[in-house]
């Protein structure tokens, strides 16, 4: 529905016949809604350059308007009020009944994005932050509404440290494993030693024994130095760990609806880490400092500190610097893509930064990709301090999803029972902690408070999903799938078409500026809007033929759009709750 951009052309040309130079003219939201939909703002600016009194100019545009406007009128020094006629309004919705894509104004010049978000640590369990995952998902959604190319890449933490630690710890507790005998030539057990709930124990333990520890540690490291080199005992196990801790993690990242479109490790880019460090070495941006291999990537007028980016240890390990190198190196190859986007903890801004530093002073990334790093803020508790749980300990992400979903079964209408009844749960919980995470800007702290998101009421999942709920019914009971919208009688019903109007700028600026909080905002503005029309108009037993049509076409409309707008932030609508 293309009704603000197609208006803004018209009124560009207009403004331009009347003599008036301006590239663009923009239809701005109205302030002061009782004197119209929207605003031309641009008298002002006219009289400046053309050295005339502003009203005279407003007067002067809004006679040129056509009928496409009523009740035009200026007001202060001389802002354009205008009202769409309503006619123009119903011509310009109903094509958008079925079809969502009327409020997308597509890319032009096609783009191909890869998202990196998720970033689970293999054996580590997942926290709350994971949660933020979900940002990553609704943008590789977003971007495929605009019709551009999304490939979204979980970039699994797997060939780091923490696996260093837990095999350390595992040749505590089963010294006599082949895996630690270099002279073993037999075939390694085909079993992990050790399962995923054990994991959860080992790697904690693990990483308080290294700092109480330091010949520990060493060992720890030595192990993620042979399993980097592929030391076929310690590879054999590292890969055991890996298959037995990464299926539980794609467990909960299934669970929240976060898919990927390719689900690369750090040691897929294992290929790449010689070829890479090659690449640097021979621009000459490589050198030694106490035994590591670094690149120098600080400039004179650095207004921080701008550390060296770490390349390759002595023992001939290798760095989550080098990890990141390698893998845009292979993105590059892979996908040549217009553009990569981290979504990670803002509190690895630092590490992003000196990576990106090095990509464009090597030459690496060429300036037609960009590199971006979208960081996102912390989950806090209700104390305003990190997510912890009673006792204190690190908030696993499946404590959470536990901690919601039993507040809200109960919710869930008594004649929903078995399995039916989970599945709703499910969605409900999923919808409850992504809108709570979607909400606020991307790079703000919030306070996980379990209340407030979990209510019926005000800017919630499940509020959101309740509304498209009952519009679903109201369609299953009343509509033969043809509506058309006739005529507007009352101001719930323009309220709720204005507002759509607004969609489609909305979603660019989601889109643009990496935030789906316009998308969330505007699911709690769109669903209030409903409801209130709900309450106030009866739809089924509305007598006038014409205005009962209306009706539905409004709920068809709308349940359209809120369904479409939930499935971008991958939040599910269920039948009944
Ligand atoms: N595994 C990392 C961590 O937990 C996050 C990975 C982010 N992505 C990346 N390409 N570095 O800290």
Redesign the pocket.
Known sequence: MSLIRDTEKYLTKTINDLGYKIEYVKLEKSKLPEYGQYQINVAMQFARSYGKNPRDIANEIASSLDSRFTNVNIQGPGFINVTFANEVLIESLNKAIDNFSEFVDESENKKTIVL?YG???IAKTLHVGHLRCNIGEAMRRLIKVFGDTSIGDV?W?DFGTPIGLVIREIKEMYPDLPYFDETFTGEYPKESPVTNEELGIIYPKASQRKKEDATYAAEALQFTEQFQKGIPGIKALWRHIVNTSKPDCEEVYNFLNCHFDVSYGESDAKEYVEPVIKFLNDKGLTEMSDGVLIMPIANADDNKEMPPLLLKKSDGSIL?DTT?LA?IMQRMRDFNPDAIW?F??ER?SL?FEQTFRGCRISGLVPDTTDLKFYGFGTINGLDGKPFKTRDGGVMSLKELIKMVYERIEPKIKDDITGEERKEVAKKLTVATLKYADLLPYRKTDYIFDIDKFTSFEGKTGIYAVYTATRMNSIINKLSNGNELLKEIDNPDVLDILVKLTELPKNLKNAYQEVTTSYIAEFIFDLSSLYNRFYTNNNIQSETNTNLKETYIALTRLTYNVLKNLLDILAIEVVDKM
């Open positions: 990196d970033g689970a640590n970039h933490g989550y990141d893998t981290y990670v903890d690895q590490h």
